[in-house]
C-alpha cells in the first residue's frame, strides 16, 4: 500500500491531523477532555488513510468549483469545456480536481500548517495555486483557502469545503438562509423558501429529513448540536462563502455541512441573477479567498 504522510497540530485540548497527499485533506479534528477523545469531525478510516481516498477523510477542499458540473460540460468564454467524470458511475463533473491531486507542505509548527497545490493545465483546462492555511488555536480550528489563477486567461472559479461531522438520531443543525435549491435526481431545478428553510432557522433535527441540497443567503454561521452529549461546533464563515450545502446520506453515518462559494452547476446556469448561482470569474493574476472556522463546545461530558 502507498504511504500517505499525515502531519499534526496542537493547541489546548484540540488537535488537527493533516494528509497533505490526500487531496488537501484533514483526516481528524478531536479534543481531549477529562480523558475522553471527542471526533469533531468524522475521523478519517485507516483504509482512507492506506488508499489516499479523500471521501473517507475529515474534510476535503473544493477547488475549483464545488457541487456538480451537469455532464461535465460548460461554455465559458466561448469554449466548450468538458471535465472528467471523476465520481464513479456519475455522469456529471464533481468538487473540481484539487481533492484528487496531492499536495505539498510548505509549513509547519506546532499549531498551524500550510499546504499547497500548483495546477497546470490538464482536466481543468486552466493553471492556478491553491493555498490551504490551517490554524488552530485552544478554542477554535480556522481554514483559510486562497486560489491564484496562474493561467494567461480569465478562469470560472468556485471553492469550498467539504467537512464530515458525526451524525446521532438527536443531532440538530441551526443555520439562517433565504432560499434552498430544490432538486430533481441530483441537479438543482427551482428555488424556494420552504419548511425546510424555516426549519433550519430554528434548529431542524436531522433525523426528520433527507438533503442533498444547496442553500442560497446564508448568513455565514451554522450551529450543530449532539444532545445525547451537550456539545456543540459552531462553524462559522466569511464571504464568499455564502451559500451551504447539507447532505445526509442514506446510511446515516455521518453529515456533510459545506460553506461554499457557488451552487451546484453555476457553471451551467449564468442566465440567473449571480446572488442566486455564486461563484465568480478571476483574471489572471488574482487571488480569490475564503475563511471558515470551527468552534467546539465540549458542553456536558
Given at each position: 500500500?502507498?504511504?500517505?504522510?499525515?502531519?499534526?497540530?496542537?493547541?489546548?485540548?484540540?488537535?488537527?491531523?493533516?494528509?497533505?497527499?490526500?487531496?488537501?485533506?484533514?483526516?481528524?479534528?478531536?479534543?481531549?477532555?477529562?480523558?475522553?477523545?471527542?471526533?469533531?469531525?468524522?475521523?478519517?478510516?485507516?483504509?482512507?488513510?492506506?488508499?489516499?481516498?479523500?471521501?473517507?477523510?475529515?474534510?476535503?477542499?473544493?477547488?475549483?468549483?464545488?457541487?456538480?458540473?451537469?455532464?461535465?460540460?460548460?461554455?465559458?468564454?466561448?469554449?466548450?469545456?468538458?471535465?472528467?467524470?471523476?465520481?464513479?458511475?456519475?455522469?456529471?463533473?464533481?468538487?473540481?480536481?484539487?481533492?484528487?491531486?496531492?499536495?505539498?507542505?510548505?509549513?509547519?509548527?506546532?499549531?498551524?500548517?500550510?499546504?499547497?497545490?500548483?495546477?497546470?493545465?490538464?482536466?481543468?483546462?486552466?493553471?492556478?495555486?491553491?493555498?490551504?492555511?490551517?490554524?488552530l488555536t485552544p478554542s477554535s480550528l480556522e481554514v483559510e483557502l486562497l486560489v491564484s489563477n496562474t493561467?494567461?486567461?480569465?478562469?470560472?472559479?468556485?471553492?469550498?469545503?467539504?467537512?464530515?461531522?458525526?451524525?446521532?438520531?438527536?443531532?440538530?443543525?441551526?443555520?439562517?438562509?433565504?432560499?434552498?435549491?430544490?432538486?430533481?435526481?441530483?441537479?438543482?431545478?427551482?428555488?424556494?423558501?420552504?419548511?425546510?428553510v424555516e426549519s433550519l432557522a430554528r434548529e431542524l433535527k436531522m433525523a426528520s429529513v433527507t438533503l442533498?441540497?444547496?442553500?442560497?443567503?446564508?448568513?455565514?454561521?451554522?450551529?450543530?448540536?449532539?444532545?445525547?452529549?451537550?456539545?456543540?461546533?459552531?462553524?462559522?464563515?466569511?464571504?464568499?462563502?455564502?451559500?451551504?450545502?447539507?447532505?445526509?446520506?442514506?446510511?446515516?453515518?455521518?453529515?456533510c455541512v459545506e460553506p461554499v462559494s457557488n451552487t451546484v452547476d453555476w457553471l451551467n446556469l449564468g442566465?440567473?441573477?449571480?446572488?442566486?448561482?455564486?461563484?465568480?470569474?478571476?483574471?489572471?493574476?488574482?487571488?480569490?479567498?475564503?475563511?471558515?472556522?470551527?468552534?467546539?463546545?465540549?458542553?456536558?461530558?
Amino acid at each position: 500500500m502507498n504511504s500517505h504522510p499525515v502531519i499534526s497540530i496542537c493547541a489546548g485540548a484540540l488537535h488537527v491531523d493533516i494528509a497533505p497527499t490526500i487531496g488537501g485533506s484533514i483526516a481528524r479534528f478531536c479534543g481531549k477532555e477529562k480523558n475522553q477523545t471527542i471526533e469533531w469531525m468524522r475521523p478519517a478510516s485507516p483504509e482512507g488513510l492506506a488508499e489516499g481516498n479523500p471521501q473517507m477523510m475529515a474534510c476535503f477542499p473544493l477547488v475549483p468549483f464545488s457541487g456538480r458540473v451537469r455532464d461535465g460540460r460548460f461554455v465559458f468564454a466561448g469554449r466548450h469545456i468538458s471535465l472528467a467524470r471523476n465520481f464513479g458511475a456519475s455522469p456529471h463533473a464533481i468538487h473540481g480536481n484539487a481533492w484528487k491531486l496531492p499536495w505539498r507542505i510548505t509549513g509547519h509548527d506546532a499549531a498551524s500548517a500550510s499546504i499547497v497545490l500548483e495546477h497546470e493545465r490538464g482536466d481543468w483546462p486552466f493553471a492556478y495555486r491553491a493555498e490551504q492555511h490551517f490554524a488552530l488555536t485552544p478554542s477554535s480550528l480556522e481554514v483559510e483557502l486562497l486560489v491564484s489563477n496562474t493561467d494567461t486567461l480569465a478562469m470560472p472559479l468556485g471553492i469550498g469545503l467539504h467537512p464530515y461531522f458525526p451524525y446521532t438520531p438527536g443531532m440538530t443543525l441551526h443555520a439562517e438562509v433565504s432560499q434552498m435549491w430544490e432538486a430533481e435526481g441530483d441537479m438543482p431545478v427551482r428555488l424556494t423558501r420552504n419548511e425546510t428553510v424555516e426549519s433550519l432557522a430554528r434548529e431542524l433535527k436531522m433525523a426528520s429529513v433527507t438533503l442533498d441540497n444547496n442553500f442560497i443567503g446564508w448568513k455565514h454561521v451554522a450551529r450543530m448540536r449532539w444532545p445525547e452529549t451537550g456539545r456543540r461546533l459552531r462553524m462559522s464563515a466569511e464571504a464568499p462563502l455564502s451559500y451551504l450545502v447539507v447532505f445526509t446520506p442514506p446510511s446515516r453515518e455521518f453529515l456533510c455541512v459545506e460553506p461554499v462559494s457557488n451552487t451546484v452547476d453555476w457553471l451551467n446556469l449564468g442566465h440567473l441573477d449571480s446572488a442566486q448561482i455564486g461563484g465568480t470569474v478571476l483574471s489572471p493574476g488574482a487571488t480569490f479567498t475564503g475563511r471558515c472556522r470551527f468552534e467546539p463546545d465540549f458542553g456536558a461530558t
